[in-house]
């Protein structure tokens, strides 16, 4: 199969289990065909205990076009980055997160903890949640049914990567900031960093590369932000010398990002 035929045969078999959305044609040329197979990504609900309820092969057939998708884009190797003038444990990279090799990639996620249902959003959780595939939706709504609540603020989940060159996924929740910055809304970005960290640690992963998180939509300034995420990631290094966590990598979109922490780290 082409890459075409490969996502309109997704395209169908989302359609099928969703037919409310069976009267989009399929598109003829490769983006447009997988900006459908995203948004229908994005849309689809979970399905229960399993999740199986699409074919078998199209997991099979998933599996083979975000792969290559990724391929095509440029994988790069986390822990080969250089390091930061301030201290060698850290790194600045400035790309898609989900073309990064890492022992974990940081997910900025909602409290629902289910990605995205925006189609074609352009925030992180929308990206991640895509170019995994439909099964990491399918496993964080298992682990969110057996908390039983919400995902409070500052705390985190970790996931497989699935078809990320990223060996895991860890979603974390930052705060929403609502008109002036509190103490309140700094501590908990500091405790998302903390958290991350932590369960990194207790799984053994020595890479670890962050989003900028509550940067976006939930309207943390991009400045105080960073200063926060370099104090909190550094001191927490520094108080656990014994930590498989070896390399930290701050991933930036935004050119203004990018300037921000080569400041911090660099400047």
């Not at 998933?62 to 790194?91: E, H, N, W, Y």
């Amino acid at each position: 199969m082409t890459d075409l035929e490969q996502v309109q045969y997704l395209i169908k078999c989302l359609q099928a289990e969703m037919p409310e959305y069976a009267g989009y044609a399929l598109p003829d040329d490769f983006s447009r065909a997988f900006d459908l197979y995203r948004a229908l990504c994005n849309l689809r609900l979970p399905k229960g205990k399993t999740g199986h309820t699409l074919p078998d092969r199209f997991y099979i057939i998933q599996a083979q076009l975000l792969s290559k998708v990724t391929a095509k884009k440029g994988i790069t190797d986390a822990r080969k980055l250089p390091a930061s003038r301030l201290d060698p444990r850290l790194s600045l990279w400035q790309g898609d997160i989900t073309t990064l090799r890492a022992d974990a990639i940081v997910n900025a996620a909602n409290s629902q903890m289910l990605g995205c249902f925006v189609p074609l959003h352009s925030c992180v959780d929308n990206l991640i949640q895509t170019m995994a595939g439909v099964e990491m939706r399918e496993q964080l709504y298992r682990l969110m049914r057996a908390q039983g609540r919400e995902e409070a603020p500052g705390k985190a989940k970790i996931t497989p990567g699935y078809r990320l060159p990223a060996s895991f996924v860890i979603h974390t929740v930052g705060p929403r900031v609502a008109g002036s910055l509190t103490p309140k809304d700094e501590q908990v970005l500091a405790d998302c960093y903390e958290s991350v960290l932590q369960l990194a640690d207790d799984q053994q992963l020595s890479s670890v590369a962050f989003c900028c998180i509550s940067t976006g939509v939930f309207g943390f300034p991009p400045a105080a932000a960073a200063k926060i995420a370099v104090k909190t990631i550094k001191s927490w290094l520094d108080a656990h010398k014994g930590s498989s966590v070896l390399k930290v990598v701050f991933n930036v979109f935004k050119d203004s990002d990018r300037d921000l922490y080569q400041e911090l780290l660099n400047g």
